[in-house]
């Protein structure tokens, strides 16, 4: 089946860096990727729709500015946290649309847990 | 506005038990509900969709319009079935975009 890769699968970084997601699809193109925030023993939240090619789409409430994403080609998007707080420790996960079936399916990457002392 | 609602977050059956995990939805239009798995560990992955009626694993899961529900079940649990699922809706007229989705259950089957 479609394997999605995020790197890195954890990171600990200091309070006002920036951190750098990679959500990558590895045997299929993805012309749109999502990107998901998950706090402990909580559910998924949708934070943006990435689009290859264009702007992403973010959801309410969430800072365009602060999670800056880029979908750069078909098989890569990433997820820039800029300017890093404490609150921003989370799990993000990322997923892949893959459009070449008979319906369209997510496939979802390992997530990325975010530490910021 | 969609949203979807696991009423447990919790469940605990004996191995070789009948299972159900409840999910309900809201959504004003016609939705496309799913049911996602997250073993212990390991990424989250689809288990099955409404729209494809199988069974997967044993499982399975019937829209029920009127009810907004779309809720799991297996009749005979196994010990290998403990997991979160979660479960989802896509609201859009692509099926599998922008999911919205519920706080999740664990399921823990005991031997």
């Known amino acids: 089946g479609a394997v999605v890769s995020q790197h890195p699968s954890w990171v600990i970084c200091k309070s006002g860096t920036s951190v750098k997601i990679e959500c990558r699809s590895l045997?299929?193109?993805?012309?749109?990727m999502f990107w998901y925030r998950q706090f402990p023993k909580q559910s998924l939240m949708l934070m943006a729709t990435?689009?290859?090619?264009?702007?992403?789409?973010?959801e309410q409430g969430v800072e365009k500015d602060k999670f800056l994403i880029n979908h750069a080609s078909l098989t890569l998007s990433t997820l820039t946290v800029t300017s890093a707080h404490p609150e921003d420790s989370s799990f993000y996960i990322c997923s892949a649309l893959d459009p070449s079936g008979y319906t369209d399916t997510q496939y979802f990457g390992p997530g990325t847990r975010l530490t910021v002392l | 506005a969609q949203r979807v609602t696991q009423p447990e977050k919790l469940l605990s059956v004996f191995k070789g038990a009948p299972v159900e995990l409840k999910c309900n939805y809201s959504y004003s239009g016609s939705p496309e509900l799913f049911w996602y798995v997250q073993y212990s560990r390991q990424r989250l992955q689809l288990l099955l969709r409404?729209?494809s009626r199988e069974s997967i694993k044993g499982f399975t899961a019937d829209l029920n319009k009127g009810e907004t529900s779309f809720h799991l079940k297996k009749p005979f649990a196994q010990e290998e079935d403990s997991a979160m699922y979660y479960c989802a809706l896509s609201g859009q007229e692509t099926s599998g975009s922008r999911l919205t989705f519920g706080e999740g259950t664990q399921l823990t089957v005991n031997p």
């Open positions: 990435s689009n290859e090619g264009s702007k992403a789409t973010y």
């Open positions: 409404h729209i």
């Open positions: 045997d299929f193109q993805a012309t749109t």
